[in-house]
């Protein structure tokens, strides 16, 4: 009989599940689910391009794959669709209309939605997040029309839209709440690079600030007030991470916990259920096993084909996700690509030289490379990325030493 895997939410995860399970030769009948009324999209470019551009860039430049992509792979694409309910017993979902569905493997693939700051004005006129392309439609248009932009938070969201709204020739302050930019991702070496960097092109950046409320005007805000007084703003951005998805698993009975739980192949405590991308908790190698979830394209695209030949494997148990992660962000003239997990850095070395805008930071946990945070030197990126997969730390010395050719140490 006909097999059927319904994927819930069409975003990065969800979609490459679908394409990878016809490239692995799924003959079965593929539903993907999504509550947005787009075809699925590229995130990324919402808090770059996309804001920048005078007038709204074309979908196509946006969409994850070519319109008539789904029909010709026979993916059943079913937009502005939500799931309301999952019964694993009966292997059924059900979408907020009423309708039921059948699967024989249901894949998660929820994502995240922004963090709010259940602060007092939070509701006032340009107050946004953003996460969707009608939170940029939305977050575009404000800014066309405003001087004063404050952005909540120093994490990647935050301060590529700092640099966006900047390059737009826009007043911009960055409010941070702990001691420095990127803190959760980068060596603090590597948060003062690019602190100093965004301070140079002209935006204020705050670290340690304690925000009381948003205040406003006829309910409009006006600004923002912290311990030391208000900053004026006609628009706020509030990008201070992101909760994952987790109602319907939860109500399910699947295990959940920061994310759905997940074992090394996504496959839930329901083995006909999987989780991938960003709502997805599992075990890292690359973190020391300890349990993390990645908010990442590269995460959500390998997790994804991971279950895609979970599904297709009559030897399923030889299969899991170890596919080390890798990350980038844009920012002004910067592009910093980070890769491996620095969760047990003990020690770093720099290759290059900081005041070129071009270096390496390759991070150790003892004498093992563990993470490489790359400043345009997109060479070191990739190499580093190839090293990581094949488990070979070059020393300290041939690391920092720019006459060591290392990809040369990838064919020994
Ligand atoms: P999502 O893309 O969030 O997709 C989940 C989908 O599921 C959503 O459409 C959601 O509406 C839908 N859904 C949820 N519940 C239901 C339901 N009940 N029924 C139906 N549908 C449902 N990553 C990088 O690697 N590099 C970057 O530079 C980068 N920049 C980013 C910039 C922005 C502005 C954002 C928001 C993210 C960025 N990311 C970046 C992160 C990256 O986009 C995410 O890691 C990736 O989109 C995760 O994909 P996903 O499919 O897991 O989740």
Redesign the pocket.
Known sequence: MTKRVVI????????SCAKALRHEQFNGEIVL????SELPY???P???SFIKDETEMEFSKLSLQPENFYEKYNIDLRLD????EIDPDDQLVKLYHGDMLHYDYLVL????RPRQLPLPGLELDGVMS???LQD?RKLRLAMQKVQNTVIIGGG??GL?LASTARAMSKNVTVLEHTPRVLGRSVAPLVSDYIADMHRANGIQIETGVFINEFVGENGQVTGVKCQHGIVPAELVLVGVGAIP?TE?ADQAGLQCENGIVVNHSMQTNHANIFA????ANHQNAFAGERRIRL??????NDQALTVAKMILSNNAEQIEYKSVPW????QGDVRLQMTGLSFDTSDYVIRGDLKSGRFSVFHYAKDKLVAIDSVNQPVDHMVARKLLEAGITPSKIQAADMNTNLKSLLAV
């Open positions: 819930i939410g069409g975003g990065h995860a969800g979609c689910i999504s509550n947005e590229h995130r990324p919402l808090s770059k669709t939500a799931v309301s693939a929820t994502g995240t953003l996460r969707t940029a990647f969201i590529e998805n319907l991938i991308g960003d709502c908010e990442s394209v590269q995460n959500a990350f980038w962000t844009d």
